[in-house]
């Protein structure tokens, strides 16, 4: 187990470098707008877009560029400059980070607790009108388009806008370390709107694994055992039904934290999500790598993580 | 519309807040060169002339101690500073002429690369040579006494080509921009030594308010992208300036992407204005027809135009171009954009509220027919057509163009119906649609790449005076390989020489004059379709008292109250 | 002595989308102390679901279930879900046919164990875990205190299914119903877990019931046979009276399509013809009469009923005549000649 996870560490390692060579490289085959004439101004005179152009180190050839980037991140833990941004990457970076981390822990928790209880008591009660109504409205919840949602959301309950102003509305967000309670308020309708559409489909996939497990043999050993039926469900029927989802729970959970934009934008929520969306809209190349790489930190990570914890949910998998 | 004369009392106190969908460009007033930028430095920053909310042609005295004295028949503009101004803490030691040296010098530093310097104070002797790294400072720039700071222009003939006489009324003008605001060298130069400068994130103010900052100066008050927070300025004194500063304290979040959104949490709201967050369609066309006081408009000083490529085949031939021009319907475009609400329809190029905008036929235009009808004109584009050589009244030739323009939103409607306008008359097109960054560095801006159509392309003053609009746009003597900003590649001799002159005319109603004369005859080139010039939308909330910078064409944060 | 346990009349009927199914339709049997009962069938012949409706283990709320099931006094078909739960794993056990399948793969072999014990006795667990491996010893698997912490994927099929013996025994049951409890396993340990099963029921005095569809399981094991086809009963009989005499025509298939050591070679397999009949809306008659090479017209008219078919407790359910019946088995079982039985029991006139 110890090789395997440096092994898989290695790995992300290495994915990460190839990530961001990935990102170089897109930006230079495909360069999306010239860095130097929008750092320069609409004034500038070609003497000086050329000057800032050297400043921004834009005029070195690709590879010494990328391996100035690369030594600045692991000899300084630099992440460049955004000169669009007059920051340094690593700080603006940091200071989405809770914002974004707050979003998703937040809805992922919303999510996995009533996509499971949904799953379950569909399952439970399967074919009856409750399972229908709920998987009706779970294929409702995965197909409405979750910025619409969002919309709708704040129309009806934002405390500003909404026509029953009930909780925090877009651009009302506070940090947790300034005031928990508002920060609670601010983040409800964004966790709930997020949490619709995950929480359908989890418990879509929840109410389909647990009627599959529920056939199986063991189950009817649990029974025949002589346990009672809330524990055969959720002992031994959940131990194994739950599985994969703790599976699409990692990634889900590494996606969120690389940034969920439409509810970011919708909401107005400073992070990382819209960071990433405005650095691409404006050619932001030091922001473009910054987000990516931490985006793609979060999803392998989460990668890795799911295939530890699954080792040890599945006993049948092991790695050596 | 904002009245002419708004009413400027107000009551003292409160926190006005603020909604923006973008952040400052540059928090470095220095660097700052965006309407956004410029709400908050005006508000922060004392230049040595600014523009009093009302105030359309000259600018007032600001940490001037009046107007600027002319001397040498041009060549020498001597400012005399006001007593009593301090720096905002940690600084807190009075205002001197060196600071405002010190302030255009780095300006034109690399590490700061103000992006105007260079257009409008690179007349200054000495200016360049610091520019480029062969000076340490700016030689043309003295000050004989802590009160007095004097400028000393290059001769005629160091100047841009035409240009014959001193750039005198460049540099008065640029004097109204923030990087004119004073900067404490001994403070800011360990700030400034940095690529790029970190200034901004430790700034000092000389206006009624700063960005909230800690004890050495920290702006902790701004959180890029995020938020921005002004108060008070401790060190400012209300009888040293004609600002008002109502408010107590100014809270900007950004980030309000969403118009949607962020209009009604204003407009329903309390204490609210929006910085760049106008209202949508629909609630404008209710606010309007409500005339509702929470929506101020004001004229933006900027064009938008469709550029034409003179220099491409067949937009070369003059007659061509005004058959466009005569063809194109730009009431349906400015219907399809917003409608009336989004401002007039353009009929030449100097803008509502610049000098010359009425000497050269204000909103009537310059008398040509191929832009007398609005709507278009089919028969006037025939009549073109067949001067140029098309029997038919429609092109016939083989040329395609190639039209590139912004995706997205209203610019990609606009460049959709320039193209099929162009298809009206017969023209074969291909439409290309990019970022607007990118439509701008890769392809207009590039004389190299550049299409035949340029639709999504614009201007806005950078002061109140028409050289700031014609000459980066339309002077043939501008065209430089990279960033470039005459997009019709318009080179015609006796426009640029008209140019050169009026550039040293300092006599502002002649100025005036002279301007209209040369959009008149820029109009006659047929160069672009000028087809709106902006109003921008300004909402408030009820309870908010909101006076319009006529200059910034927005909120005035240092006259702006809470009822 | 009275029966430890007596089916009367079990009928269980499934709603499906395509109709109801009549898995179990009227099957009466009964049981004693110590002694083994064999139930036989096919695959789909309403065996296993039998035995499953017993501890109410295909309770739904599509599922039919009527008649008896009389155990220590009670219905068992009458419990509500909580007697019932104290039954299962208690006083009667089961026993099912594919033992990987059948331990919960996410879970320990002892915990599993421990639980069954837990969930009737309220032991400690320690105690319990001394108890679970005390019965792993006692079903044969060798050093329990460290295959005890086991998983069930670490274990051979036949160690699992010692294990899911252990875990049937775990509260000392009065009845254990084995599903074809050697079918998923290789023949060499097949027979271990019969004489395991056998040696368990003699130390612990239970009685035992084996589902299955091989009648050498039974021959082994069992001291009475019922034979079930298409949900219903059609012979019951000794064990050896079965093999010797059978009476009906189902139960001679079946007895002929076993591989018989002392076939000569080459002579085939008689299997028999046709498939089992759809449960759904099972016409009038003999069910078996589609696929009875003997069938007259008569077998077609009305279910035939169990009626007495040799020693006492020997029944069987076939309309034709039983000394005819008699004398037709001898000729198949003599020389395996088909025509001549045929010809016996009056076919083709």
């Not at chain 1, 009302?172 to 709107?193: E, G, K, M, R």
């Not at chain 2, 007039?344 to 509220?353: K, V």
């Not at chain 3, 599922?63 to 007697?83: C, H, P």
Request: aromatic share 8%; net charge neutral.
């Amino acid at each position: 187990m110890g090789r395997y996870v440096a092994r898989r560490l290695l790995w992300v390692g290495l994915l990460l470098f190839l990530v961001s060579l990935l990102t170089f490289v897109i930006f230079y085959v495909l360069p999306s707008a010239d860095p130097a004439q929008l750092r320069a101004g609409r004034r500038a005179s070609p003497e000086q877009v050329e000057a800032i152009r050297q400043r921004m180190g834009l005029d070195d050839p690709m590879l010494v560029q990328f391996w100035n980037y690369l030594k600045g991140i692991f000899a300084h833990g630099d992440f460049g400059y955004s000169y669009v941004n007059e920051q340094p990457v690593r700080e603006l970076i940091l200071a989405r980070i809770p914002a974004t981390i707050s979003v998703a822990i937040g809805a992922s928790i919303l999510w996995l607790f009533f996509g499971v209880l949904v799953g379950v008591i569909s399952a439970v009660r399967r074919r009856t009108k409750l399972d229908r109504a709920a998987m009706g409205a779970a294929l409702l919840g995965i197909s409405a388009p979750e910025y619409w949602v969002g919309l709708v959301a704040l129309y009806l309950f934002a405390d500003d806008i909404g026509l029953i102003p009930l909780f925090g509305s877009a651009g009302s967000y506070v940090p947790l370390s300034q005031d928990p309670l508002a920060w609670f308020n601010s983040l409800i309708l964004p966790w709930s709107v997020l949490a619709i559409s995950f929480a359908a489909f989890y418990s879509r996939l929840l109410r389909g694994n647990l009627i599959e497990v529920m056939g199986e043999d063991y189950i009817r050993t649990a029974r025949a055992k002589g346990l009672g039926e809330k524990r055969v469900v959720m002992r031994h029927g959940m131990r194994a039904a739950l599985t994969p989802i703790v599976t699409v729970f990692g990634m889900d959970l590494g996606l969120m934290l690389g940034g969920a934009v439409l509810i970011e934008v919708v909401f107005n929520i400073p992070g990382i999500g819209r960071q990433a969306y405005d650095a691409i809209l404006r050619a932001d190349l030091p922001m473009i790598q910054g987000t990516v790489l931490i985006s793609a930190f979060f999803i392998i990570v989460a990668n890795l993580v799911v295939d530890i914890v699954y080792a040890f949910l599945d006993p049948r998998v092991r790695y050596d | 519309m904002v009245a002419a004369t708004q009413d400027l009392s107000g009551k003292k106190g409160g926190t006005l807040k603020m909604l923006w969908s973008s952040d400052v460009d540059y928090i470095d007033p220095g660097a700052a060169y965006y309407q956004l930028s410029y709400m908050v430095d005006y508000a922060t920053q004392r230049p040595l002339y600014s523009w009093a909310p009302d105030e359309e042609t000259t600018p007032t005295p600001d940490l001037a101690d009046g107007q600027p004295e002319v001397s040498n028949g041009g060549a020498t503009i001597t400012v005399k500073i006001r007593q009593g101004i301090n720096f905002s803490p940690p600084v807190n030691r009075a205002v001197t002429s060196a600071d405002v040296k010190y302030a255009i010098e780095r300006g034109f530093s690399p590490n700061v690369a103000n992006g105007y310097a260079g257009a409008y104070l690179g007349t200054i002797k000495g200016a360049e040579e610091l520019q480029f790294g062969k000076a340490k400072d700016i030689s043309g720039i003295t000050t004989p006494d802590q009160q007095t700071i004097v400028f000393n222009l290059k001769q005629p003939d160091g100047l841009p080509k035409g240009v014959t006489g001193y750039a005198t009324t460049a540099v008065i003008g640029a004097l109204a921009l923030p990087l004119s605001a004073p900067v404490p060298p001994e403070y800011a130069k360990p700030f400034d030594a940095k690529n790029p400068s970190t200034y901004g994130v430790h700034q000092v103010a000389t206006g009624p308010y700063m960005i909230k900052n800690d004890a050495e100066g920290n702006t902790v008050g701004y959180k890029p992208t995020q938020s921005l927070e002004l108060v008070r300025n401790p060190n400012w004194k209300a009888s040293t300036d004609y600002r008002k500063a109502y408010v107590d304290a100014i809270q900007i979040d950004q980030g309000n992407d969403n118009p949607s959104i962020a209009a009604p949490q204003i407009l329903q709201g309390q204490n609210l204005i929006g910085g760049d967050v106008g209202p949508p369609s629909a609630l404008l066309q209710q606010l309007l027809k409500k005339k509702s006081p929470q929506l101020v408009m004001a004229p933006s000083g900027g064009i938008r135009y469709i550029a034409l490529n003179t220099t491409f085949k067949p937009l070369n031939d003059l007659n061509v171009r005004k058959a466009v021009l005569a063809a194109f319907d730009r009431e349906l475009l400015r219907k399809v954009n917003g409608g009336k609400a989004i401002g007039d329809i353009a009929t030449h190029f100097i803008p509502p509220g610049i000098p010359g905008f009425d000497q050269a036929g204000g909103l009537d235009g310059t008398g040509v027919d191929f832009l007398k009808n609005p709507a278009g004109d089919m028969s006037v584009a025939a009549s073109y057509m067949k001067k140029a050589g098309f029997p038919s009244g429609k092109y016939t030739g083989s040329e395609v163009l190639t039209i590139v323009g912004t995706s997205g939103g209203r610019a990609q409607k606009t460049a959709e119906i320039t193209q099929n306008q162009l298809q009206k008359l017969g023209f074969k097109t291909k439409l290309q649609l990019v970022t607007q960054d990118s439509m701008y560095t890769q392809f207009c801006n590039v004389p190299k790449s550049q299409p035949a159509v340029c639709p999504n392309v614009g201007w806005l003053k950078d002061f109140n005076d028409a050289q700031t609009i014609l000459v980066p746009t339309f002077n043939g003597d501008n065209i430089v390989p990279v960033n470039n900003s005459n997009w019709p590649q318009l080179d015609v001799q006796s426009i640029n020489e008209a140019m050169g002159k009026a550039q040293v005319e300092t006599s502002s109603s002649s100025a005036g004059d002279q301007w209209a004369q040369i959009d008149r005859q820029i109009t006659d080139q047929a160069p672009a379709i000028p087809w709106v010039w902006d109003n921008t939308q300004n909402i408030q909330s009820e309870n908010v008292k909101g006076v319009i910078n006529k200059f910034n064409s927005s909120w005035d944060l240092s006259f702006t109250s809470i009822k | 002595m009275a029966p430890l346990l007596e089916v009367r009349d079990l009928r269980v009927s499934f709603e499906t989308e395509d109709g109801v199914v009549q898995a179990v339709d009227g099957v009466s049997w009964s049981i004693e102390a110590g002694r083994t009962l064999g139930v036989v069938g096919e695959s789909g012949s309403g065996k296993t679901v039998g035995a499953l409706s017993l501890l109410g283990l295909t309770r739904s709320a599509r599922t039919r279930i009527e008649g008896e099931a009389i155990f220590e006094g009670r219905n068992l078909l009458q419990l509500d879900d909580e007697q019932l739960r104290s039954v299962r794993g208690g006083s009667i056990a089961m026993v099912f046919q594919d033992p990987l399948s059948s331990l919960h793969p996410f879970f320990r072999v002892g915990a599993q164990i421990v639980e069954a014990i837990q969930a009737h006795q309220d032991l400690p667990d320690r105690a319990a875990r001394a108890r679970a491996i005390e019965l792993l010893g006692m079903v044969g698997i060798p050093d329990p205190p460290s295959r005890i912490d086991s998983w069930p994927h670490e274990f051979s099929g036949g160690m699992r299914q010692r294990a899911m013996i252990a875990m049937a025994l775990a509260n000392e049951p009065k009845l254990l119903i084995a599903d074809e409890p050697t079918t998923a396993l290789d023949v060499t340990v097949q027979a271990q877990i019969l004489d395991l099963l056998d040696r368990l029921r003699d130390e612990l005095g239970m009685a035992m019931v084996i589902v299955t569809h091989d009648l050498g399981v039974v021959a082994e094991t069992a001291d009475e046979v019922a034979v079930m086809y298409a949900g219903r009963v059609v012979e019951r009989a000794a064990t050896a009276e079965l093999f010797s005499a059978p009476r009906h025509p189902y139960t001679w298939g079946l007895l002929r399509s076993i591989p018989r050591l002392d076939s000569p070679r080459g002579s085939r397999l008689t299997p028999i013809a046709g498939r089992p009949p759809s449960l759904i809306d099972a016409p009038a008659g003999c069910s078996f009469a589609p696929r009875c090479p003997y069938a007259g017209d008569a077998c077609l008219e009305a279910r035939p009923p169990s009626t007495p078919a040799g020693s006492a407790g020997h029944e069987s359910a076939c309309v034709l005549d039983l000394a005819a019946r008699a004398k037709a088995w001898d000729a198949l079982s003599a020389d395996g000649d088909q025509a001549e039985a045929e010809a016996i029991l009056g076919v083709g006139r």
